[in-house]
């Protein structure tokens, strides 16, 4: 079914929809170093752990290599040039927002 397909392509976009929603709420935008795009990935547990995903190495390396880092995610264990690592969703939202600046409203 289609379902089974979408949950396949979107491993590890809990964490990328839950800042997302804080951005809005917050009215701040989610920007990386320089203005750039923040990227981030991960899956959430419902006691806002973050979990591990699938090929993060991968997906860390192709962020640097466009120039997108840092990535926010999830520890592999190993350490990654390029990822900074959260366990729950609080510090990855505290790490997103340290340096972004408030939209004004509309």
Do not use: M, N
């Not at 750039?36 to 993060?56: I, M």
């Not at 840092?70 to 990822?83: F, H, K, Q, T, W």
Request: hydrophobic share 45%; with cysteine.
């Amino acid at each position: 079914p289609f379902w089974g397909a979408l949950a396949d392509l979107a491993s590890g976009a809990d964490l990328a929809v839950a800042l997302a929603v804080v951005s809005a709420h917050r009215g701040q935008a989610l920007e990386g170093a320089g203005g750039r795009p923040l990227v981030c990935f991960g899956e959430l547990g419902l006691t806002g752990d973050l979990r591990y995903v699938g090929h993060a190495e991968r997906r860390v390396a192709e962020a640097v290599k466009f120039g997108l880092d840092p990535v926010i995610g999830p520890g592999s264990g190993e350490r990654l040039p390029g990822l900074v690592s959260c366990s729950t969703l609080r510090q990855a939202v505290k790490r997103s927002f340290e340096a972004a600046p408030r939209i004004a409203a509309a």
